[in-house]
Structure formats: C-alpha cells, structure tokens
C-alpha cells in the first residue's frame, strides 16, 4: 500500500450519512494511529463509517423531527 489509504464506494451521501470525504478522513485517522497496516484498508473505512454514523445518532442537533 506505500502508506496511502485507498477506498472508493459508489454510495452518494445522504443527510443521515456521513460523507465519502469524512469518512476517508476519518479511516485515514485511524489506520495511522493503528501504525499504518497494510491491506486492511475496508477494515478502516467500515470502522470508520460508524464512528461517524454513532456519533450523528448522539448529536445535540438531532431532534425527534431529524431522528
């Protein structure tokens, strides 16, 4: 892998997802501080996409209109 975090997904974001943009940023994050293994590039992007979708579930913003 060369330490580049390669991931593509054909999913267009929504407003109950995170985007593809944050959740790349967000799985690069953590397979840096995983000490950047390779070929587990899905495991990270996976872990990361619910992080992120967890984390809208406990937003102050959402309402019981936006649930």
């Known amino acids: 892998m060369g330490g580049v975090l390669h991931i593509s997904s054909s999913r267009k974001p929504t407003m109950e997802n995170p985007t593809e943009?944050?959740?790349v940023r967000r799985a690069?994050?953590?397979w840096e501080?995983?000490?950047k293994p390779e070929g587990r590039d899905q495991e990270f992007y996976h872990?990361?996409?619910k992080e992120l979708r967890d984390a809208d579930?406990?937003?102050p913003r959402r309402t019981?209109?936006?649930l």
Do not use: H, R, V
Request: hydrophobic letters at 35%; aromatic letters at 12%.
């Open 57 to 59: 579930k406990f937003s």
């Open 28 to 30: 690069y994050e953590l």
């Open 64 to 66: 019981p209109d936006n």
């Open 47 to 49: 872990l990361a996409e």
């Open 33 to 35: 501080q995983a000490g």
């Open 21 to 23: 943009k944050q959740i």
